[in-house]
């Protein structure tokens, strides 16, 4: 008996708890991104979701914004700790309610993921001006209006601000008939930089960093249907990415969770790849031994 009783006072008084996966001693493991809130832009699929979902698990408080409403609300139903709000990035006026909203909210502002963005056919002879503009109102400025007011809001109220805009490995790379696309991820590099530098000289606590993913099979990939020829020389150049295949969603909400997370606290004005290593490669292949 009274090695039962002993038994239980020692379980009281122990520090084992257990929270996800892991279980601490002598510490409450909690997830790494605890305490903050997070606004992620055209998250109600694709990769965006998925970014979501790993932050939400993570512990942050999350805010699913998209133009797709129907998509956002159901997205909610399976993340915890998530909230839909309607948010088209390309207008001034939905950034200026939305982070009002959360203001109100929550009274703060950690992580802003730019992530919403959309493609087109533009080539350099017959692209319009009018698809040029609208793909670079939303993968670009919109973008920059995410910055403005994350960094209004983030300076006097986040630990560790982090703002993470997903650009694409088309920023390295010309696109012959997606030339509004390419530009503005190659854009969003430098706005990025600027950002950061910015943000550091004013001595706002905030970084700013870009991911360029590679191949992610998500509606925006997988929407446009190719033909035969095309989804040969599709399949040749999948099997051509030295790691072998395409990215997950989740390989990019990890890189996501990295910079967001304070683990990164000294990263800024930067890229992290995360494309299985197909713009390392020259594409030469090279099969000399002497
Ligand atoms: N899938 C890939 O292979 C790939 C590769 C490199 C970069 N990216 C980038 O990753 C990001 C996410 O892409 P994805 O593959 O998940 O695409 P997706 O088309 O599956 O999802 C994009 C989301 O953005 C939303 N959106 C579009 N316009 C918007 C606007 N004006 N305001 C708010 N939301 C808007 C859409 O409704 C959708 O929910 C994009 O910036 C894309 O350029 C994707």
């Not at 939400?56 to 839909?84: K, L």
């Not at 399949?235 to 996501?256: H, T």
Request: with cysteine; charged share 20%.
């Amino acid at each position: 008996m009274i090695q039962f009783v002993f038994l239980i006072f020692a379980l009281l008084n122990s520090n084992f708890i257990w929270s996800g996966d892991g279980m601490a001693r002598n510490n409450v493991v909690k997830g790494r991104l605890e305490g903050k809130v997070a606004l992620i832009t055209g998250a109600a699929q694709g990769i965006g979701k998925e970014i979501a979902r790993v932050l939400a698990r993570e512990g942050a408080q999350v805010i699913i914004a998209d133009i797709n409403d129907g998509e956002g609300q159901s997205a909610v139903q399976n993340i915890e700790n998530s909230s839909y709000v309607h948010l088209d990035v390309s207008n001034e006026c939905d950034w200026q309610l939305v982070i009002q909203k959360i203001m109100n909210m929550y009274s703060r502002l950690d992580i802003l993921v730019n992530n919403a963005g959309m493609i087109g056919a533009v080539d350099p002879e017959n692209g319009t001006l009018e698809k040029w503009k609208e793909i670079q109102s939303v993968d670009l400025e919109g973008v920059f209006l995410g910055c403005k007011y994350a960094i209004q809001a983030m300076k006097n109220t986040a630990k560790n601000g982090s703002i993470i805009n997903i650009s694409s490995i088309a920023w390295t790379r010309g696109i012959p008939g997606g030339i509004a696309y390419s530009a503005s991820k190659a854009a969003v590099t430098n706005l990025t930089k600027s950002v950061a530098v910015y943000c550091g000289q004013q001595g706002y606590n905030i970084r700013c960093n870009w991911i360029s993913p590679g191949f992610i099979p998500t509606p925006m990939l997988t929407k446009y249907k190719r033909n035969a020829e095309e989804e040969a020389r599709f399949q040749e150049y999948i099997r051509s990415i030295p790691l072998g295949k395409m990215g997950r969603p989740e390989d990019i909400a990890n890189g996501v969770l990295f910079l967001a997370s304070d683990e990164s606290q000294y990263i800024t004005g930067t890229e992290l790849r995360i494309d299985g290593g197909v713009t390392a490669w020259t594409g030469i292949p090279w099969t000399r031994t002497n």
